[in-house]
């Protein structure tokens, strides 16, 4: 969805998650418990994504 957190974050449709703060991100059940336990709204992570079958990282803050 354009102007999403997400995309402002400098995520894109298609990316995988990897990692998040270098542990990884498992299943997509899995990832959104950690963002729950780990990060309070505002908070900022580490995101290591595959994209275009490259490794990217991107620093964001989340949002709610």
């Given amino acids: 969805r354009p102007g999403c957190p997400l995309e402002r974050a400098g995520l894109r449709v298609g990316d995988a998650f990897l990692s998040v703060d270098r542990k ?9 418990r950690a963002l ?21 990282t991107i620093r964001a803050a989340l949002s709610e």
């Fill in 36 to 56: 729950r336990k780990r990060f309070a709204i505002g908070g900022v992570g580490l995101f290591t994504v595959q994209r275009d079958g490259k490794k990217a």
């Fill in 24 to 32: 990884a991100a498992g299943t997509p059940e899995e990832l959104r």
